[in-house]
């Protein structure tokens, strides 16, 4: 004689791989970030000292240094206290005249958004790709809040910032573009002033912020 079905234990068992799943899913960038900080060589956690544009930051140097790939993350100078780090796979207008080049439209509103979202002392993790440094010997990686937000996925989401191609391949490349696509047909943020990087709309060159930005440039030659 067949035992009969325990639904119950069945049922029990079920409901409990539904909520494993759910909080799995709920919380995946978190659980994502803490395997990585704790068993990956390629993140690192460290602090936030400076914001010097949309894309570039200043920040302590983590502790726990690593060495992936015989390469060292830490720029080889024994005095040195900070890194400068690039968001990799973004780019954003400039926010500030330089000896190379000018002040961009919307670079000031850029450096504001990532300013408020990076205070000084905020902790964050630097998640590495293959390479590690750009040509300047800026370290590049992605900037993980400990929430589980990317932000440089975030900056190309509310139009902050351009896609940026790299001599190399970087791991998101495709789902960076695919963001960007999203944010220019919503028109978000610098996508009302551009048509694509770095060539401004017309109708955008009648208007005051325009006016204000050519005369701040102007004050700065």
């Not at 759910?22 to 395997?35: A, G, P, S, T």
């Not at 993140?43 to 726990?64: F, M, Q, S, W």
């Not at 919307?106 to 408020?116: D, K, N, P, R």
Request: net charge negative; glycine share 4%; hydrophobic share 40%.
């Amino acid at each position: 004689m067949e035992e009969p079905i325990n639904y119950i234990l069945y049922g029990s068992i079920l409901v409990t791989l539904l909520v494993v799943i759910l909080i799995v899913f709920l919380f995946r960038r978190k659980i994502m970030l803490f395997l990585m900080t704790n068993f990956s060589d390629k993140a690192v956690k460290t602090k936030v000292l400076e914001v010097l544009e949309g894309d570039t930051i200043v920040v302590d140097i983590p502790k726990n240094t690593i060495q992936p790939n015989s390469e060292t993350i830490s720029v080889n100078a024994e005095n040195e206290t900070t890194w400068t780090v690039r968001l990799i796979g973004v780019d954003t207008p400039e926010s500030r005249a330089s000896l190379y080049i000018d002040e961009a439209p919307f670079g000031q509103e850029a450096l504001a958004y990532v300013e408020e979202r990076l205070t000084k002392n905020k902790e964050i993790i630097l998640v590495f790709d293959e390479h590690l440094f750009d040509k300047f010997g800026k370290h590049l990686a992605y900037l993980y809040l400990p929430s589980g937000e990317c932000l440089n996925k975030t900056i190309l989401k509310e139009g902050y910032g351009w896609t940026r191609n790299h001599a190399f391949d970087i791991k998101f490349k495709s789902e960076f573009e695919k963001t960007q696509e999203k944010a220019r047909q919503k028109q978000k943020g610098l996508w009302n002033i551009y048509i694509t990087k770095g060539i401004l709309k017309e109708e955008y060159k009648e208007s005051e912020h325009y006016k204000e930005y050519r005369k701040r440039v102007d004050e700065n030659e």
